[in-house]
């Protein structure tokens, strides 16, 4: 499934404004770009069977980075406002 430039400029809005800066885990390069298709993952055989990952590579090593499209707000399962349902209890 292909993100929008929107749902693009979400992810890099969501990656950039969490802590520090990104950074590739593996060499340390901030020029990360976030990639316009959302990989599935099968995890379970119930109703939430598949999951969308947001691919995230680094331009200078090519190690990919995954992240839960459901919480930054895009593919098809997006929360309404992943900001909402941060903690594990369910407060905010």
Not at 33 to 59: F, M, Q, W, Y
């Amino acid at each position: 499934m292909p993100l929008t430039p929107d749902q693009q400029q979400t992810v890099a809005t969501h990656l950039n404004t969490r802590g520090q800066a990104p950074k590739c885990p593996v060499c340390g390069a901030s020029n990360l770009r976030v990639l316009p298709d959302l990989t599935e993952v099968s995890i379970d055989t119930g109703p939430d069977a598949v999951r969308h990952l947001v691919n995230v590579e680094c331009k200078y090593c090519a190690h990919l980075l995954h992240f839960s499209a459901r919480a930054i707000g895009v593919g098809p399962e997006a929360e309404p406002d992943a900001a909402e349902t941060d903690g594990m209890d369910g407060q905010a």
